[in-house]
């Protein structure tokens, strides 16, 4: 059995306790407490432990968080050099179409020059046609195409 005056102690203990809790100025009872000094005396190795990194990231919002990254700071801090220093050059060969990029350009190149090579050419023949109209001292130049080809002296 359970000594009485043990009882009523305890009792009159619940009671002082709760008068005291509802006496507390809670607002008031934390504006004096030393925040610092709590912070201060937490374990931060061991609160992280405890945390769930998965659950933490599924309430992060990536979008929102990805627009607020400043990419050209971002990419300030890339060292292009050794970047490139990275790249495996032969597996980059290996699957580049080197033919197909050499023809292109090769082609790109090739028509650039045949055109200004046409172009020299319809000059020249220009030029030669006007020193031959003046040497056989013709009033009229010729036509520049056949009659069939300029325009509206088509055959009907």
Same mark, same amino acid.
Do not use: C, Y
């Given at each position: 059995?359970?000594?009485?005056? *043990?009882?009523?102690?305890?009792?009159?203990?619940?009671?002082? &306790? *709760?008068?005291? +809790?509802?006496?507390?100025d809670?607002?008031?009872?934390?504006? =004096?407490?030393?925040?610092?000094?709590?912070i201060?005396? +937490?374990?931060?190795?061991?609160?992280?432990?405890?945390?769930?990194?998965? #659950?933490?990231?599924?309430? +992060?919002?990536?979008?929102?968080?990805?627009?607020?990254?400043?990419?050209?700071?971002?990419l300030?801090?890339?060292d292009?050099?050794?970047?490139?220093k990275?790249?495996?050059?032969?597996? !980059?060969?290996?699957?580049?179409?080197?033919?197909?990029?050499?023809?292109?350009?090769?082609?790109?190149?090739?028509?650039?020059?045949?055109?200004?090579? =046409?172009?020299?050419? &319809?000059? !020249?023949?220009?030029?030669?046609?006007?020193?031959?109209?003046?040497?056989l001292?013709?009033?009229?130049? !010729?036509?520049?195409?056949?009659? #069939?080809?300029?325009?509206g002296?088509?055959? #009907?």
């Amino acid at each position: 059995m359970t000594d009485p005056a *043990e009882v009523l102690a305890q009792q009159i203990t619940d009671r002082v &306790v *709760e008068l005291v +809790v509802n006496a507390l100025d809670v607002n008031e009872l934390v504006a =004096r407490v030393d925040l610092n000094a709590v912070i201060g005396a +937490v374990d931060i190795d061991e609160v992280l432990t405890k945390i769930d990194l998965n #659950t933490l990231l599924d309430r +992060v919002d990536l979008d929102d968080l990805i627009r607020r990254v400043d990419v050209g700071a971002v990419l300030d801090r890339v060292d292009v050099n050794d970047l490139v220093k990275r790249i495996d050059m032969a597996a !980059l060969v290996e699957e580049t179409d080197l033919g197909a990029v050499i023809a292109r350009s090769s082609g790109g190149v090739g028509s650039a020059a045949l055109d200004a090579l =046409r172009s020299q050419a &319809v000059g !020249l023949d220009r030029f030669i046609d006007r020193w031959v109209s003046r040497l056989l001292r013709r009033k009229h130049p !010729l036509p520049s195409a056949p009659s #069939t080809l300029l325009p509206g002296k088509a055959e #009907t």
